[in-house]
């Protein structure tokens, strides 16, 4: 079954061109069938790769689900260009690694004991169990090598629909991994945005099972919200905006995406400036937000440089205007181009004709670049080290601060004073 409403030239390149005919998947698989019985299933991808290939997506991650072991998937791969590597060994996960593919495997499982963080698991062979103790039904379709569907739980189905369906009891599910609270908002911003009155209620009955989880697990299923090309899907249901919400304190400013939602277009989005649009505020919001959940340095160091060049936006009017051209050799287009879009969005004063003015003043700027550098200072009689990394740094802030204007002469002075 194709999504033909989709994207008649996706469809198209699904039926004839699916990605389960790749000669090194179709190898592995084989290796991974060897010596047993062509009637016995031994491995089927599933999840998202089978998801996105229905609905004639990219695909980007392939899990596998298989009865072997662990021990037996080594096994069948040793003496390969296959690399197994042992990425999730207590969750029953291998990563097989080729030339040109990524593979999680993983080895059919049961829940037998859930504490709503971990799970004691049993290893089976049977598949209609295995899907049973998935999240919900979309992520329950398996597909084999030659693209027969497995569908016990009736996802094809949702997934034609677009509806995002615990399997079995939400209540039950939610709180076998309260985790699958920000999955269920994940996916019901890729796919739809009504929630059931069921699942709301199991939801909202166990937010405080959230607490129970780490902080990194719970940031990477936010940062995969923030990269979803439906994000403002949110702002549609004031359920879910209530929800997230309610997982997400910091975010104080989800009004700001009806804004955004004017401009976006002009501006490739990415999670930095969802952050920084969501999060930055007067009194250090996105602060607390990097500190609670020890976020990377490099989004710690995106939402302080947005937060600081706001707040020189604010003081100086001239910011995007006649200081244009020094702000862009300092901070780049790219930046320029995304603190335009996060200033609309966070300022309900500025029109869309100012932010469009803005736009076109820094696309069209050719940067400058400093005719001296750090051979002429060598040549100049500067030996390689602190010294002359210092003095570069002088010459160009002089630059910089006369409009992009330093005669060779001054260039001189400037080694001969610095250089004593």
Not at 389 to 400: F, R, T
Request: aromatic share 10%; proline share 2%; charged share 30%.
């Amino acid at each position: 079954m194709f999504n033909l409403k989709l994207n008649p030239i996706k469809s198209f390149r699904k039926l004839f061109f699916p990605f389960y005919k790749n000669k090194e998947l179709k190898l592995i698989f084989q290796k991974l069938q060897d010596g047993i019985s062509e009637e016995t299933v031994v491995s089927r991808f599933v999840g998202g790769c089978v998801r996105k290939h229905l609905n004639g997506e990219k695909i980007d991650d392939i899990d596998v689900a298989t009865i072997l072991t662990i021990d037996q998937i080594k096994e069948k791969l040793k003496d390969t260009k296959f690399k197994v590597i042992d990425t999730g060994i207590k969750h029953g996960t291998v990563t097989v690694v080729s030339d040109r593919h990524k593979l999680e495997i993983t080895t059919l499982r049961r829940d037998v004991k859930t504490d709503g963080r971990h799970a004691e698991v049993e290893y089976i062979e049977n598949w209609k169990l295995d899907s049973e103790r998935r999240d919900f039904t979309i992520n329950a379709i398996y597909l084999d090598i030659n693209g027969n569907i497995f569908d016990p739980q009736m996802g094809t189905v949702d997934l034609q629909n677009n509806n995002i369906r615990f399997i079995g009891d939400p209540q039950k599910r939610i709180e076998e991994d309260y985790l699958r609270i920000i999955r269920f908002i994940r996916f019901k911003i890729m796919y739809d945005d009504k929630i059931e009155p069921s699942t709301s209620t199991a939801i909202k009955l166990n937010l405080d099972g959230i607490k129970k989880i780490s902080k990194e697990r719970i940031l990477i299923e936010l940062l995969k919200i923030l990269e979803l090309k439906n994000i403002f899907n949110m702002s549609n249901n004031s359920n879910l905006k209530t929800i997230f919400s309610l997982i997400f304190p910091e975010f104080l400013y989800l009004g700001r995406l009806d804004r955004l939602k004017k401009v976006y277009k002009y501006s490739s989005l990415n999670k930095y400036i969802l952050l920084a649009i969501l999060l930055i505020d007067e009194k250090g919001n996105h602060e607390y937000f990097s500190h609670k959940y020890s976020v990377s340095n490099k989004i710690k160091e995106s939402l302080e440089k947005f937060s600081t060049n706001l707040f020189k936006i604010k003081k100086n009017k001239k910011f995007f205007e006649k200081d244009i051209l020094k702000n862009v050799y300092l901070n780049g287009k790219d930046h320029m181009i995304a603190l335009n879009l996060i200033n609309f969005s966070i300022n309900q004063k500025i029109k869309f004709q100012e932010f469009s003015l803005n736009l076109k003043r820094i696309l069209k700027i050719d940067i400058p670049k400093l005719d001296f550098n750090g051979e002429y200072l060598k040549q100049s009689g500067l030996k390689e080290g602190l010294l002359l990394g210092k003095v570069l740094s002088i010459i160009e802030k002089e630059w910089v601060e006369n409009n992009f204007q330093i005669s060779e002469d001054r260039v001189k002075e400037l080694i001969r004073v610095h250089s004593n």
